[in-house]
């Protein structure tokens, strides 16, 4: 037990001494928490539309004179032909032109030209430019909608927890990995394979202090989106820190799994740069899971960054309990048994 | 000139010979394109839906079957009382209730009859796609006017083709930049820096070399991220090759200038990764409009966006696959690119002292 305290108290003093550390700790979750947090949305504002009016007459202008009000929809320019419609498209300069044909006053209708290349803004713009320009009738039946949990559609609620898992996982899986690796490339490790440390005591003493310090990083985190954007934590803290100690254990796994792979940084950064983005994307942080095909949800089930990060949101947001997410919770301490045995067997064979 | 092309193939061996940084450089390229070309996706695909039918009667049924034929929806739990829908948002099942109020097809036939859409809004974005797809199914309004969308560029609005295009130059950027930043350090932090110092070469042709492979390995890549874009994802490619070619060949210019400046500021191998992380990764994928729009940023993020070169080559790239722009349309952007690769380049010939301490 003694040799075990003096290693996390040495491993401790290294992280602290590295200038590149704390930064990396305390300015990382704030820088992005503040860009990821007022970056992440799909929804249109001030959609630049060009109208080709070909009618020029009272009827018409009072169509444009409605999307001239529209708080969405900026009217950026008018165009006289096709051509120089087809132009403005072309050229990006406006996501959307409508087309008023001749004899709109005697015979009403419309033509939206739109740039689909983004097709789910496409999508909004067209439905906002209905809007605008009034051309749904009464329905008979009243279709109602309401937002639970979120009703102002605050996108920094849905992306804090997010960004949090993804901090930890980056320090868990990513420092902890290079930290070994190191170890491995300047020829020290030789030094304390030659020393009465056992395997398992330097195996715990490298991964220990990535533990705490992810879960600190948690807290700071948490207090940081409560500060900066007013999230607050629906459920239960315990219940959240008790699952990110879990999950972490599984992380750090992965992290001594990701340096038995590799005998030099710069391989370990590779392995780790691919997995993290890898497990970032496929787990839901920015296009939810539910968008993808069958075959990658699938895929998604052997992500444990897909799983903490639905837990989190939903503990912290819709106020899940623990009835609620245990299953959650197996999965990660299932992750954690795995990686661990398949980090620590391959790690004796190439030890 | 013999030396330098002589060190060009040593770096090449370099490469080579080591076949795991081998497999990161030409598969994870190929690996990252199929699976996110797959899995980056915002479209609305088979959403789990609750339905709680308080009238249960044709209409209800009927509209139910509507709204479930479309494949948008999937349904995932029937329920019977308000208490139920919490519960639901809860555990995860469900996204959104369908509610459709008492005696409905008598109340519809009055004009009276109401459906209420409660949906979990924890993740915004999706919440309102929800609901607009909810309502344009269900709806039963008759527009006033017949108005004839034409979607261009996108007919079939695939997210693919909005994706793909931009994961091209997320991989050329990873490659380019962070290849050659570690390279050029992990030299330094070696000290190997030094016995190449101490060769006839001089510090440019030193960089130079480090550079050339990338240079072309890039190129290899972008050929066969191409290849799965237009075979595997169907991404149509209406511009003309050659530019998009040259393009390409700029933009890896540009990653790999901006690998160089990393490379001369850095002294180990970890810290050139973790600012290439925040430098590089995080504003490719976040402020060049490769997942999100650039037009609804904030302004200092949006201002922020035009020094991200990957912004100014998703225009490009999108442009020429998608809707077959030349350079007519593409000049400045491509100016822009020139302009950043010539100031990253002086900026690393600057602080290009890499001297011994």
């Known amino acids: 037990m003694r040799i075990l305290r003096f290693l996390i108290r040495k491993e401790f003093l290294q992280i602290f001494r590295n200038k590149a550390m704390l930064p990396i700790i305390f300015v990382m979750p704030l820088v992005q928490l503040v860009i990821l947090v007022n970056v992440a949305t799909f929804d249109v504002k001030n959609i630049p539309v060009v109208v080709q009016d070909n009618d020029g007459t009272r009827a018409s202008r009072e169509m444009i004179q409605r999307l001239d009000a529209s708080d969405i929809i900026d009217l950026t320019g008018m165009v006289t032909n096709s051509p120089a419609a087809f132009d403005v498209l072309q050229q990006g300069d406006a996501r959307m032109v409508v087309v008023i044909p001749n004899g709109f006053e005697q015979k009403p209708e419309l033509q939206l030209m739109v740039d689909a290349v983004d097709g789910l803004t496409a999508n909004l713009a067209v439905q906002y430019a209905m809007g605008t320009l009034q051309v749904m009738g009464e329905s008979r039946t009243r279709l109602e909608g309401r937002y639970r949990h979120n009703p102002r559609l605050d996108d920094a609620q849905y992306m804090v927890p997010g960004i949090l898992v993804v901090l930890v996982t980056m320090i868990g899986g990513f420092l902890s990995a290079m930290n070994i690796v190191r170890e491995r490339e300047l020829g020290t490790m030789e030094q304390l394979n030659v020393t009465p440390i056992r395997k398992h005591q330097f195996i715990i003493a490298k991964l220990m202090p990535f533990w705490v310090i992810a879960l600190a990083e948690l807290a700071f985190g948490l207090l940081l989106g409560y500060l900066l954007f007013g999230v607050e934590v629906k459920g239960s803290l315990v219940l959240i820190f008790g699952a990110a100690m879990i999950y972490m254990l599984a992380i750090l796994g992965l992290g001594l799994f990701i340096s038995t792979l590799a005998d030099t940084q710069q391989q370990a950064m590779l392995v780790a740069w691919f997995m993290i983005v890898v497990f970032i994307l496929m787990g839901g942080l920015f296009t939810p899971v539910t968008s993808m095909p069958e075959w990658a949800q699938i895929v998604t089930w052997f992500n444990p960054v897909m799983w903490f990060m639905d837990l989190m949101r939903r503990v912290m947001l819709v106020g899940a309990g623990f009835a609620d997410v245990w299953k959650t919770i197996v999965v990660l301490a299932v992750f954690a048994v795995v990686l661990n045995t398949a980090a620590v067997v391959r790690y004796r064979k190439s030890g | ?357």
């Open chain 2, 1 to 357: 000139m013999r030396a330098f092309w002589g060190f060009v193939r040593k770096e090449f061996y370099h490469i080579f010979r080591d076949k795991r940084t081998l497999m990161i450089l030409f598969g994870m390229p190929v690996v990252q394109l199929l699976l996110f070309g797959y899995a980056i996706r915002n479209e609305l695909t088979s959403a789990d839906l609750a339905v709680w039918d308080q009238s249960n009667d044709v209409v209800t049924r009927e509209l139910t079957g509507k709204l479930f034929a479309s494949g948008t929806f999937k349904l995932a739990a029937v329920i019977h009382s308000e208490d139920e829908i919490e519960d639901l948002f809860r555990k995860g099942i469900a996204r959104q209730v369908v509610v459709f109020g008492p005696d409905f097809a008598n109340r519809r036939a009055r004009g009276t009859a109401e459906i209420l859409m409660i949906t979990d809004a924890s993740d915004p974005n999706m919440a309102q796609v929800l609901q607009g797809a909810t309502q344009s199914i269900l709806s039963d309004a008759r527009p006033t006017m017949n108005v004839s969308v034409r979607m261009l560029y996108n007919p079939q609005l695939k997210s693919a083709n909005l994706f793909v295009p931009g994961l091209i130059a997320l991989i050329l950027m990873l490659v380019s930049a962070l290849m050659t930043s570690i390279s050029i350090t992990r030299e330094k932090e070696l000290g190997t820096m030094e016995t190449l110092l101490a060769s006839p070469l001089s510090p440019v042709d030193i960089i130079l070399g480090k550079v050339i492979p990338y240079l072309i390995l890039s190129l290899v890549n972008v050929c066969s991220v191409l290849f799965i874009a237009r075979f595997v994802f169907d991404v149509p490619f209406i511009g003309s090759i050659t530019l998009f070619f040259v393009e390409a060949f700029l933009f890896t210019l540009t990653a790999l200038a901006l690998g160089i400046v990393i490379s001369t500021k850095a002294k180990t191998q970890q810290v050139a990764m973790m600012v290439a992380l925040a430098g590089l990764l995080l504003p490719t994928i976040l402020l060049s409009g490769l997942i999100y729009p650039v037009d609804n940023m904030p302004a200092p993020l949006y201002a922020l966006s035009h020094m991200v070169p990957a912004r100014w080559f998703l225009d490009i790239v999108r442009g020429i696959m998608l809707k077959g722009n030349g350079i007519a349309e593409l000049w400045p952007q491509t100016l822009i690119l020139v302009g950043m690769t010539v100031a990253l380049i002086t900026v690393s010939l600057k602080n290009l002292n890499i001297r011994l301490d």
